[in-house]
């Protein structure tokens, strides 16, 4: 069975518990991923996925969480190939998991499914069985399982690294964004970055460093977003803020261990003393 997900509200997800599916088709391909937008990350992927596509922060109804846009019209370059099969050599834990996601309540039985998803697919091979004879998920759903409790774990850290950024005014709202299911998102401003004090600065190592490298994240991922909206954003911040590099080295040496270390000139550390004594060099 076919099931074109051509329509917003075909991409409804019910708790699987309610769905009345006992199995769903291995979705290969995604040329419906723009009635999505975006999708939720883990922790443990942002920093190799900012390296294909734009990571943002989304204001969820749940809270702000760190989210991947793969909307086309948001992203300057084509994440899927002319069939709709993804590009990049990484692909989203909560892409690999579709057509089921993580509910809103984010308890172990919150699962949820999308079922004009599930049923997408003519090839029987694959189609996947969710429950097993015994009612224990199949092999192939407890992977999706394992990736979704994945995702689950990381919401209430990011959720919180992301607040940390807040916190420290990093967040520009992009603009122009085309319609949706999803919220405001939200990009690093390079200038509020430079613009931090070390005390802030130091305050973004908080929780392993998490929000540090969350924003680097956002930060290094800017490249993928469309020229107009990253345009709108940073001009957005640039009106608020206007000139606040002009202050980002004005400050003293306050205290001796406040001193610079000049180890970069020492012999120990100098290129070219290191190349006049090594034997044979001229």
Not at 44 to 60: G, R
Not at 160 to 187: E, R, S
Not at 230 to 238: E, T, V
């Amino acid at each position: 069975m076919t099931t074109a997900a051509s329509q917003s509200d075909e991409l409804r997800f019910v708790p699987l518990k309610h769905a009345g599916l006992s199995s769903w088709h291995r979705l290969v391909s995604f040329p419906w991923l723009d009635r999505l937008g975006v999708l939720p990350v883990a922790d443990t992927e942002f920093l190799a996925l900012s390296h294909f596509c734009p990571i943002a922060i989304e204001m969820h109804e749940s809270g702000p969480r760190a989210v991947a846009i793969l909307h086309a019209q948001l992203v300057a370059h084509r994440l899927l190939t002319e069939d709709g099969r993804w590009r990049p050599p990484y692909a989203p834990l909560a892409l690999r998991s579709l057509p089921f996601r993580n509910g809103a309540a984010m308890t172990a039985d919150a699962v949820e499914i999308c079922p004009a998803l599930a049923e997408q697919g003519a090839d029987p091979k694959l189609r996947q069985a969710i429950f097993g004879h015994k009612g224990g998920p199949t092999q192939s759903y407890a992977a999706i399982l394992s990736m979704i409790d994945r995702l689950a774990r990381s919401g209430a850290r990011l959720r919180n690294a992301a607040k940390v950024l807040m916190a420290a005014d990093l967040l520009v709202p992009l603009a122009n964004l085309p319609p949706g299911p999803f919220g405001q998102l939200h990009t690093i401003s390079l200038d509020g970055m430079l613009a931090l004090s070390s005390h802030r600065l130091m305050a973004l190592t908080s929780d392993a460093c998490c929000p540090l490298e969350l924003a680097t994240a956002v930060t290094f991922s800017r490249r993928w977003l469309n020229r107009d909206t990253l345009k709108s954003a940073d001009n957005l911040f640039a009106a608020t803020v206007g000139g606040v590099r002009q202050k980002l080295y004005e400050h003293g040496v306050v205290d001796p261990l406040d001193q610079p270390v000049g180890l970069d000139d020492s012999p120990l550390f100098s290129f070219d003393d290191y190349v006049r004594s090594t034997p044979g060099s001229s």
